[in-house]
C-alpha cells in the first residue's frame, strides 16, 4: 500500500537522497543486505538525528530479508528503502511492528503448527 502511495522509496542513492532531504518516517534494510550500504545509510540517518551518536527521529527496521521486501513494497531486489511520511506508511510500520512481535512470540517455534509429541 506505501508502494502503490508513492511513499516509499527504494535503492541506496534514492534512499541516501531521501535521508539526507530529511524525508524519511522509517529506514528499511533487508537483514541479508551487505552490512557495508546498511553502516553508510545508518551513520546518514545518525547525522540526522542532530548530535553525533544519537538516534535518529524514525525507525530502522530489519525484520524483512530482501525477498519478503520485494514481496512487502512490490517491487523486486530490494536491499534499502526509505518509507517517506503518508498514512499507508504508518500501516506499513504498524504491520512490521505485529511481525516482529508474532516471529519474538515463535522463538520456541510453536506457531508452524508442529507439535513435538
Known amino acids: 500500500m506505501a508502494a502503490k502511495a508513492g511513499q516509499v522509496v527504494s535503492g541506496f542513492g534514492k534512499v541516501e537522497d531521501a535521508l539526507e ?3 524519511v518516517k522509517a529506514l528499511l ?4 543486505g551487505a552490512a557495508d550500504g546498511i553502516r553508510k545509510l545508518d ?5 540526522r538525528g542532530g548530535n553525533i551518536g544519537e538516534s535518529p527521529d524514525f525507525p530502522i ?3 524483512l530479508n530482501s525477498a519478503e521486501l520485494d514481496l512487502a513494497l512490490g517491487r523486486s531486489n530490494v536491499i534499502h528503502a ?3 511520511a503518508g498514512a499507508a506508511s504508518k500501516t506499513f510500520l504498524s504491520r512490521s511492528q505485529l511481525l516482529v512481535r508474532y516471529r519474538m512470540a515463535d522463538d520456541d517455534k510453536t506457531a508452524g503448527g508442529q507439535n513435538s509429541n
Open 61 to 63: 527496521l530489519s525484520a
Open 43 to 47: 551513520a546518514i540517518a545518525r547525522q
Open 82 to 84: 526509505a518509507l517517506l
Open 21 to 23: 532531504q530529511g524525508q
Open 29 to 32: 534494510h533487508a537483514s541479508d
